[in-house]
C-alpha cells in the first residue's frame, strides 16, 4: 500500500520543540521532493516548507524562518521537521506531501501522495 504517515505531533507550550516524521511505504522517496503544510482551523491551507529530492534544497514559509529545519533521510525513507521555538499561532494539523517535481510542491502545493496529517497545538 502506497502511503505516507506523519507522526510526532503533539501538545506543546510556547517555546518548546517537537520533531514531525513523514514516514513512506510502499514507494521510496528518493524522487521526490517533499513539503510540509500545515492548515489551522477557519484558514486556508499553508506551505511551511520543502525539500527537493536531488541536492537537499530546503525552503521555509518566512512565518517559519529561522525555527524550523526540514531534512530528510532516505535509507529510513522518511522526511522529518525539527520545530523550534514554538508559537501559538503555529497550532494546526501538519501535513506532508510527496510530488515528482520541486515546483510542483513547493509553489503550485500540489502533490502525488499526501499523509493523513498530525496534529501540532501549542499552548500553555
Known amino acids: 500500500q502506497v502511503q505516507l504517515v506523519e507522526s510526532g505531533g503533539g501538545l506543546v507550550q510556547p517555546g518548546g520543540s517537537l520533531r514531525l516524521s513523514c514516514a513512506a511505504s510502499g514507494f521510496t522517496l528518493d524522487y521526490y521532493a517533499i513539503g510540509w503544510f500545515r492548515q489551522a482551523p477557519g484558514k486556508e491551507r499553508e506551505g511551511v516548507s520543502c525539500?527537493?529530492?536531488?541536492?537537499?534544497?530546503?525552503f521555509y514559509a518566512d512565518s517559519v524562518k529561522g525555527r524550523f529545519t526540514i531534512s530528510r533521510d532516505n535509507a529510513k525513507n522518511t522526511v522529518y521537521l525539527q520545530m523550534n521555538s514554538l508559537k501559538p499561532e503555529d497550532t494546526a494539523v501538519y501535513y506532508c506531501?510527496?510530488?515528482?517535481?520541486?515546483?510542483?510542491?513547493?509553489?503550485?502545493?500540489?502533490?502525488?501522495?499526501w499523509g493523513q496529517g498530525t496534529q501540532v497545538t501549542v499552548s500553555s
Open positions: 506531501a510527496a510530488a515528482l517535481g520541486l515546483f510542483r510542491v513547493c509553489v503550485s502545493g500540489a502533490g502525488d501522495y
Open positions: 525539500i527537493s529530492s536531488s541536492d537537499g534544497t530546503t
